[in-house]
Each structure stands twice: as C-alpha cells, then as structure tokens.
C-alpha cells in the first residue's frame, strides 16, 4: 500500500501537466495524419492508461506519433477509408507483441550513448525553432509537427520570419509572459518556498493564460484570441455523439494485403520509435532505471490492439511528452496512468474549457522543455571526450533536424560505425624499430583493409635490416595480409634482411606463413 500511494503527489502533479502539452499535440498528429480528430485523444488516452498499466517504464509518456504520420497518410490513402487502416493498427499491435517475444527489445541496447544524446538534444532544438511561431501566435503549421519540411510549404527556418510578419500580439504577450513565469520558477527563491513548490510552473502559466483569454472576451476586447489560436478539441452535444467519436475497425478489408504491409511497416517504425524513446528517457531518469524493452514492446502491442479496435491512431513512446514528464518531476509510471485517466475524463466533462487554452503558453512551455534537453555542457562534454565520441552526436543532431528520428538514428550509428572500424583499423598494426631491428606486431583483428598500410611499412624497411613479424597477439589474420607477408619473406634475403616470424594461436598461420 505505501508502494502504491508513493509519489503520487508528484506524479498527479506531472500528469496535469502532460495532459495540457499532450492534448494538443495528440490533436495536431491526428489532424497532420489526415485522421479523424479525435483519434489522437483515443490514441492519447490508450497510450496512457493501457500501455501505463503494462509497461515497466517508469517515465515514459505514450501516445500518437510523429513519426507515423506519414504512414498513416499513405495507409487510409492507399485503403481508402480510415476503417480499413484500422486493421493495420490492431495487427501493427500483434506483430509487436511478437517481437516482444522474440527478445527484438535488445536492439535499443545497441545504440551508442552518443547517438542517444544527440537524438535528445536535436528533439530539443527541434522543440524550440518549432515553438517559435506559436508562440508568436502563428498557429499555420499543426502543433506536434517535427518535420523539416512542413505541409504549409515551409521549413523550420522559413517559418520563423514568416511568423515574425503575421505576429498576434495577445498570443505574443501571453507566451512571453509564461516563459517568463517558468523563468522564475526556477529561481532558488522559489524553490526555497516549500508552498510555491506545490504549483507546477506549466500549470500555473495555462491557468493564467486560460484566465486572460476569458478576461479579453468578457470585457469584449479585441485583443481576444481567436478559435485558431486555441486548442481546437471536438466538443460532443451529447453521450450519444461522444460515442460517435470512436471509430470500429472494417474487418472485412482483411484479405486485402496492402493491409498486412502497412501493419509491419507501422510495428517496425513504432517499435523503434519506442525502444529509442525509453533508452532516451531512461538517460533523463534522475534514478537511472532500467526499462525492460522486450516488456515494452509487448505493452505497446496491448495499446496498439485497443486503439485500432476503438479508432485511435497508431502509438508509440514519445520523447517530447516523455521529457515534459521528467521536466514536470514525475517519479512513477503513476503519472502516465494518471495523465490517461485525466484525458478521458477532461474531454468528457470539460472540453469547452480545454478549448480556451492559448496555443502560445503551451509553446512557451514546449520551448523551455527543449532548453532543458540542449545542455551546452553536454556538447563540450562530448568534444572534449573526442572525435569518434563528437562526429557520431554532431551527425544525429543535424540528420535529426533536416530528416527525421529515425533516419538520424542509422546516420549517427553509421558514423559511429565509421569511427569503430577507423580504431580498429589503425591499432591492429604496431611498427616499432631499435636503431636497425625492426619489430611489425599484427594485433586484434587485420582484415584486408590493413592491406595498404602493411604493404607500405614492409617496402620502408632498409636493406641489411633485422624484421621480427609477431602474429602471436593477433585473433584473425584475413589471407591478403598474409600473401603480403609471404612475398615480402621471398624477396627479404635478396635486399639482406633477415626475418623471424612469431605465430601464434590462429590455426591456419602454421599452413600459411612461409618459412625465412
């Protein structure tokens, strides 16, 4: 029992605040993927509660997407009905649970901590440069939006001035003035003050912008937001079109096998999605647990299954909201379960007000959250550790940014690869001399691309020397390497060298290595 009440405090405390960053980004996916409204709250809604409950991931928030949007573009497009992309998302959910099964959660251990920071940091720039034209109440571009390229015909640079020519001054001075109280918040005066403490920052700034909107509409101003400027959350008359709200999946379309494809296209891409996030958060962890993957993709199948059935969107763990949630100080999985909870019961009993939330105090709290994932610090960290630590974090974060996760991800595990091989391949040869005795050491493994670097250390060696070739350190010696050595052993005593050769464990060396 003092298990279960543990940091609830906390945790509901968090849970309010990604409520109010998810509710709008959950409705933007929705709208960018050209589904239904409301089946980015269903998918926010399962993310929270299902995948809450069969997760082990104790601060990873789940929900719609951005990753998948251009998958669910391409599946309702090609299927032709939003039913029929419904199946894909219940099968998308058995395949990972399949997954799960097969131990697939491994591959997140794979991913360099490099390329993991680095993926955080570009999500941060990304929050940031993406916030901009909300905050300045430029509401053009759906909100959740990570892509470079952007539906509007933008980009994330392009947007900016665009947005500084279109400024609404009301969206403006409320998102200024939320920046500024989460500023403060901040401040060790603040923190010092243990009932000041209890109001999470975001949650004072959306109650304050909330209040100021109602406070303009009163007094008839016309410096009241527009609809388009505030969170635009389907509101039913009824019990009888909420329900209408959700959507059943067309079981019919089953044989169709456009479907099956798309259902392994969205497993893969939001297992990945997914087992990248969790290793990410767990990073941020101030607790530094451990999410066990292959647990992970099982829930997420569990919720992927039940939002296709109800019609939600596709879902996977997400880094934005999982940030906030870290930023927010959740402590427990409690606060992903709660959040859930509170999306269902807000859009039921409240949504007119949810309705009035200024887009722009929610960018302001979006944008703090990516100053607080681009450390400066972290960057001269991973300079100074070097340049196979730096390249493979500097690649993620640009590939990130022009592209998307994903595709950042392989470019900065290839850079890193690229760095790995280069190691390897510089330490497998050692060449040392004492004034005319010459000592080559093959160490670790020489593949046929240590082939030009050996050539060229045998041709230097002089005439009337003494060469020992030591192979008893070496675990894999490819056949090019050795028929360099062998030729270099027949022409040796007409140049006046004398060779010795020390082999060593490797089996086939006895067969292969010429005598002197």
């Given amino acids: ?117 680095g993926m955080l940091t570009a999500i941060g720039l990304i929050l940031i440069l993406k916030q901009i034209p909300h905050i300045l109440g430029y509401d053009v571009d759906f909100e959740g939006d990570e892509r470079f390229f ?15 020519n279109a400024i609404n001054s009301t969206a403006f001075l409320i998102g200024l003035i939320s920046l500024a109280i989460l500023l403060i918040w901040q401040t060790k005066s603040i923190k010092n003050t243990k009932w000041m403490n209890l109001i999470p920052a975001p949650l004072l700034v959306v109650l304050l912008a909330t209040g100021a909107n109602y406070f303009f509409e009163y007094n008839s101003s016309n410096a009241k937001l527009e609809a388009s400027h505030l969170v635009s959350l389907p509101i039913p008359k009824d019990l009888a079109d ?35 996030a969790v290793e990410a958060i767990d990073k941020l962890d101030p607790l530094k647990r451990i999410t066990p993957t292959n647990r992970e993709l099982k829930a997420q199948g569990m919720g ?24 927010a100080g ?28 200024p887009l722009s105090a929610l960018a302001a709290v979006l944008i703090f959250t990516g100053f607080k994932l681009v450390s400066i610090k972290e960057i001269k960290f991973f300079y100074a550790k070097g340049w196979d630590q730096f390249m493979p974090y500097a690649a993620t974060i640009i590939a990130i940014f022009l592209t998307d996760m994903l595709t950042g991800i392989v470019v900065g595990m290839l850079v890193s690869l690229f760095y790995l091989v280069r190691s390897n391949f510089r330490s497998a040869i050692l060449v040392a001399n004492d004034q005319n005795n010459y000592l080559i050491r093959l160490r670790k493994d020489v593949s046929f691309l240590n082939k030009p670097i050996i050539k060229k250390h045998l041709q230097s060696f002089p005439n009337d020397s003494f060469v020992m070739i030591d192979a008893t350190r070496a675990d894999f010696i490819d056949k090019d390497i050795i028929e360099e050595i062998n030729d270099f052993i027949e022409t040796a005593p007409s140049r006046g060298i004398k060779v010795h050769v020390k082999k060593g464990n490797y089996q086939p060396m006895h067969l292969l290595f010429k005598q002197p």
């Fill in 1 to 117: 029992m003092k298990k279960l009440i543990q940091h609830t405090a906390s945790d509901f405390s968090a849970s309010i605040v990604v409520l109010l960053i998810g509710l709008p980004l959950c409705l933007g996916i929705a709208l960018g993927s050209g589904a239904p409204l409301f089946s980015g709250i269903i998918a926010g809604i399962v993310g929270g509660i299902v995948v809450g409950f069969f997760s082990k991931s104790e601060l990873s928030v789940t929900g719609p997407a951005a990753a998948l949007t251009a998958i669910v573009v391409m599946g309702i497009t090609s299927l032709g009905s939003y039913e029929a992309f419904l199946v894909a998302v219940v099968l998308a959910g058995i395949f990972q649970i399949i997954l799960g099964f097969f131990k697939a959660g491994v591959i997140a251990h794979y991913v360099p901590n490099s390329v993991i920071r």
């Fill in 150 to 164: 952007q539906n509007d015909q933008q980009n994330t640079f392009t947007e900016i001035p665009q947005a500084f």
């Fill in 242 to 276: 909420f329900i209408s709200f959700f959507t059943l999946p067309n079981f019919g379309s089953l044989l169709n096998p456009s479907i099956w494809g798309i259902a392994f296209s969205l497993a893969i891409i939001a297992s990945l999605e997914t087992l990248l």
């Fill in 304 to 327: 992927n299954i039940i939002s296709g059935l109800i019609g939600g969107l596709p879902i996977a763990s997400v880094i934005v909201r999982s940030s906030v949630n870290v930023n």
């Fill in 330 to 357: 959740a402590k427990s999985k409690k606060s992903t379960i709660i959040n859930g909870i509170l999306l269902l019961l807000c859009v039921v009993f409240i949504p007119g007000l949810l309705s009035r939330i």
